[in-house]
T-cell receptor
Framework: TAGITQAPTSQILAAGRSMTLRCTQD?????MYWYRQDLGLGLRLIHY???????GKGEVPDGYSVSRANTDDFPLTLASAVPSQTSVYFC??????????FGPGTRLTVL | DQQVKQNSPSLSVQEGRISILNCDYT??????FLWYKKYPAEGPTFLIS?????DKNEDGRFTVFLNKSAKHLSLHIVPSQPGDSAVYFC???????????FGSGTRLLVRP
């Protein structure tokens, strides 16, 4: 079982460009989450989805959008990237509980 | 304002000794707490959790203690092993939400 996969592994992006970070899970979990990890700040929730067809805003949603067309996929889009969005991005999923399972992360650098 | 705080950015202990990682929270609505472990270039992995109806939960070498009156929890690792060297995040959740609020992490180094 792959669990959660994220793509790409890393990316360098010019400021002002758009990008979609992909996340796919094969555990049929209802809930999915996007976090960013920054030194000294831990993991901060960007957006979440409790079930397919619904999404919600986390702590730091500005500059990001998500969609949840089906159970397995939860892409995160940066419409116009800025340098402050340089971070490591983690996707996670959970199944009607508190424990979340994380993907390997995407390291994004915005120049 | 951070609702979950890990005030020690790093901790170094000798192999075989006890590691104690601390976490404080401010929101009295939190009723479930988790510890995650993260190795470099990997995603966090779940380690151990505790509900607010308990004050201790043990799993092998790992024990989490919860002091609700002090809004404080700690993770004890005994005995510490070099493979335990990682960043440890505490997280909290509560009310009607399963969303987790994470602390900033503590980097543990276990010296051989």
């Amino acid at each position: 079982t792959a669990g959660i996969t994220q793509a790409p592994t890393s990316q360098i992006l010019a400021a002002g460009r758009s990008m979609t970070l992909r996340c796919t899970q094969d555990m049929r979990h209802n809930a999915m989450y996007w976090y960013r990890q920054d030194l000294g700040l831990g993991l901060r929730l960007i957006h979440y989805s409790n079930t397919a067809g619904t999404t919600g805003k986390g702590e730091v949603p500005d500059g990001y959008s998500v969609s949840r067309a089906n159970t397995d996929d939860f892409p995160l889009t940066l419409a116009s990237a800025v340098p402050s969005q340089t971070s490591v991005y983690f996707c996670a999923s959970s199944d009607s509980g508190y424990e979340q399972f994380f993907g390997p992360g995407t390291r994004l650098t915005v120049l | 304002d951070q609702q979950v705080k890990q005030n020690s950015p790093s901790l170094s202990v000798q192999e075989g000794r006890i590691s104690i990682l601390n976490c404080d929270y401010t929101n009295s609505m939190f009723d479930y707490f988790l510890w995650y472990k993260k190795y470099p270039a990997e995603g966090p992995t779940f380690l151990i959790s505790i509900s607010s109806i308990k004050d201790k939960n043990e799993d092998g070498r790992f024990t989490v203690f919860l002091n609700k009156s002090a809004k404080h929890l700690s993770l004890h690792i005994v005995p510490s092993q070099p493979g335990d060297s990682a960043v440890y995040f505490c997280a909290a959740a509560g009310g009607s939400s399963y969303k987790l609020i994470f602390g900033s992490g503590t980097r543990l180094l276990v010296r051989p």
